[in-house]
């Protein structure tokens, strides 16, 4: 079993983890800091560069316009204050409600940061949902 499939059961594998593993398979020790860079390597190898996931963010986003007729996006990116690099390679996405005179619906996607704080990436309010969108 490699690094690679370790890492696409369990994104988040712990390095210590790693070490184990190595140590098991192979009768032999592995250091922390080449444990880490196995699993740093494996995780673009499965799920691809940090750089590559935010270059193909405008198709993405393109694809959904298409599919759904009717949406609106705006892609505003700043390469000085980027910091989606250095996040967790998984979007979690949530809606809400929102109560009152204004009806709709709030969604927000986000993400985790290397010091587990949230870090948004987009929000949006849509005033109508139906069946179609």
Known sequence: MSVSHLVANDPEIPV?????????????GCTYKRAWYARKFAIE?????????????????QA???????????????????GFPYCRP??????????????????IASTWDANNHLFPLAFAIVDKESSES
């Open 64 to 82: 959904i316009q298409d599919i759904n007729s009717g949406t609106v996006y705006e892609f505003l990116h700043h390469r000085t204050s980027n």
């Open 16 to 28: 210590s983890n790693i070490i184990q593993e190595v140590q098991v398979l192979y009768q032999t």
């Open 45 to 61: 190898r499965v799920f691809g560069s940090w750089d590559t996931t935010f270059n193909i963010l405008p198709k993405y986003l």
């Open 90 to 107: 998984v979007i979690y996405m949530d809606g809400t409600h929102i109560r009152g005179p204004y009806k709709g619906v709030l969604l």
